[in-house]
């Protein structure tokens, strides 16, 4: 009896909020189902965050409290109860969406952790999602088409060199502003706004990863890998020696480009729309570049669902399974090859731009081999071809190397008195786990259902019914 009261005391509530909204029974009805239960997830997403804010921002206990009804009661009373597909689909990830959102607000009251101490600064955070991205645009190349990329490095290179080019005084001859914030006075060289920036970036790592994949478009395997490899060779040493370009001052050398100008929406929508006017001048820095940075990794988590299930996407599959079957079925293997190539290198280009902006500079040190080793490891270690996996692995081995390592050894010093400099051994250590996980889960910690049957059934070919019949019709035969 009680349940049943609560449960239609909360239904009074979600539709005097659809009625403010202008939302009636029959339009409700009418609405796709998918969209109801988006709608539902919403509400209960509010509803938490309300909690939040009543029982203190403060209070982990406030969160534990939303995270318990998010998580409980919405399959119960909500009407959300078709199974664990609706929870694995709006519930869960609305949860955990909006504890990213609050993150910067309850992190300092969270207890530590043990052996890895106190949860990640916010700061951590902002680069953890920003390898989040360039680790799911390099899944768009690894995962879902099956080719190995050991140059991904180069599109992050050349997302921040944009930034650096069209984002600071480097070209000093010149007086451009395009909606750019917080210029001070007598200022030089191009500036563009970092949101045209970002997009710029995108496009132009496009082109580059369309350039980069012509030719490699007839190789496979060892192959594929060195040419890629080759590539990601090239963009370092470019920005390296970039100083006398042809007698211009391309990259500036070792120096690096900097300062690069800060996001920021300027002075209008500070005032009518509370918005940050200029990210670098705000009390809560890091904070505005992690929000952003996470509405960053939710448009490309978007953009990887929906190529994932298109055409296009399963093409990509249909290559990665048996590239020789998919040719005879009719997939263009150039141009989906292409396509993959740019997807990765847009992502992989605005992350770096993103970056670049958020550091403040480019520097060619921060381009290297290892750089795209690493992403290749979050993306193997999560488990190809699944979105959330490479979620999890970007976050996990990015954390290690911002603060996890570092953690761990002041915790294996404290208790064993030992003078041990474990981030000393990071790749070491990133080449422990991954042979771990590949020995003993070979398809990743978070596998795919199609890749873990992949690596657990293989793919092979069954006979043909009348292949069968004819080959037993044939013993009787003989017998």
């Known amino acids: 009896m009680r349940r049943r009261r609560i449960a239609e005391a909360v239904a009074r509530v979600r539709w005097a909020a659809l009625a403010r909204a202008g939302v009636s029974e029959e339009r409700w009805d009418s609405w796709p189902r998918s969209v109801r239960r988006a709608v539902r997830a919403t509400f209960w997403v509010a509803v938490g965050l309300v909690l939040v804010a009543l029982f203190g921002v403060w209070k982990t206990s406030a969160l534990a409290v939303a995270a318990v009804i998010l998580l409980l009661v919405v399959p119960s009373w909500s009407g959300l109860r078709v199974g664990r597909l609706a929870l694995g689909k709006w519930v869960a990830p609305a949860v955990v969406l909006g504890l990213a959102i609050a993150y910067p607000y309850f992190v300092g009251s969270l207890p530590q952790l043990p052996i890895f101490g106190p949860f990640p600064q916010v700061s951590t955070m902002v680069v953890m999602a920003i390898f989040t991205m360039m680790a799911l645009g390099l899944n768009f190349v690894v995962g879902y088409a099956g080719l190995l990329d050991l140059g991904y490095v180069a599109f992050y290179a050349m997302g921040a ?62 192959y594929l890998a060195i040419v890629t490899l080759g590539f990601g060779e090239i963009m370092p040493q470019v920005a390296r020696n970039g100083d006398h370009f042809f007698g211009f001052n391309l990259t500036n050398g070792t120096g690096g480009i900097t300062p690069i100008d800060g996001p920021g929406f300027g002075t209008w929508a500070h005032e009518h729309l509370h918005l940050p006017a200029n990210y670098l001048t705000a009390g809560n820095l890091d904070s505005v570049f992690f929000w952003t940075a996470l509405v960053l990794v939710l448009v490309t988590v978007f953009c990887s669902m929906r190529l994932r299930d298109s055409r296009l996407g399963r093409a990509w599959v249909a290559i990665r399974e048996d590239e020789v079957a998919a040719a005879a079925m009719g997939v263009p293997l150039m141009r989906v090859k292409t396509w993959s190539y740019a997807t990765g290198a847009f992502f992989g280009g ?89 020995l003993f889960r070979p398809e990743g910690l978070i596998p795919s259902a199609r890749q873990a049957a992949e690596f657990h059934e293989g793919v092979h070919d069954e006979p043909l019914y009348d292949v069968a019949r004819g080959a037993g019709v044939t013993e009787q035969g003989a017998t």
């Open 161 to 222: 060199y944009m930034a650096g080019w069209f984002a600071s005084d480097q070209f000093a001859s010149r007086r451009v502003n395009v909606g750019a914030v917080g210029l001070a006075e007598g200022w030089t060289g191009l500036h563009f706004s970092i949101w045209l920036v970002l997009a710029m970036a995108g496009v132009a790592t496009a082109i580059i990863g369309v350039i980069i994949g012509l030719p490699t478009l007839r190789l496979r395997g060892d």
């Open 350 to 438: 605005v992350a770096g731009a993103y970056y670049a902006s958020y550091r403040s500079g480019t520097f060619p040190d921060d381009f290297f081999f290892n750089i795209s080793v690493f992403i290749l490891c979050m993306v193997i270690l999560g488990g190809m071809g699944n979105i959330w996996g490479v979620i999890f692995g970007a976050c996990f081995l990015s954390y290690l190397d911002r603060e996890g390592l570092a953690n761990v050894g002041a915790w294996i010093n404290g208790h064993f008195g030992t003078n041990l400099n474990v981030p000393l051994y990071e790749f070491g250590i990133y080449g422990v786990i991954i042979v771990v996980v590949m």
